[in-house]
């Protein structure tokens, strides 16, 4: 029962645990007038990263592209769809 009971309250807990977070660090960034640059500190730079928030004058780079893949020629097709040759 008293397993149960503390389960209930860190499920309770945690989102207002997470709210307050969000209050906390928005209110910091706002006075600093840093939410446009880098997280001004760990705190902010969590709470930016749980939001998923992009300031405008941080650019991730691109994702690496994958090389396109090789297509066989004819031939190379032939023989392997009709196997080794004896």
């Not at 860190?10 to 880098?38: C, F, N, Q, T």
């Amino acid at each position: 029962m008293i397993v149960l009971l503390a389960l209930a309250a860190v499920v309770v807990a945690a989102p207002i645990a997470a709210a307050l977070l969000v209050s906390l660090a928005s209110l910091r960034e706002d006075a600093r007038h840093s939410l446009g640059g880098k997280a001004p500190s760990r705190m902010a730079s969590a709470v930016r990263r749980l939001l998923s928030v992009q300031p405008r004058g941080v650019v991730r780079r691109p994702a690496r592209r994958l090389p396109e893949p090789r297509v066989p020629a004819d031939k190379e097709l032939s023989d392997w769809l009709s196997g080794p040759r004896v």
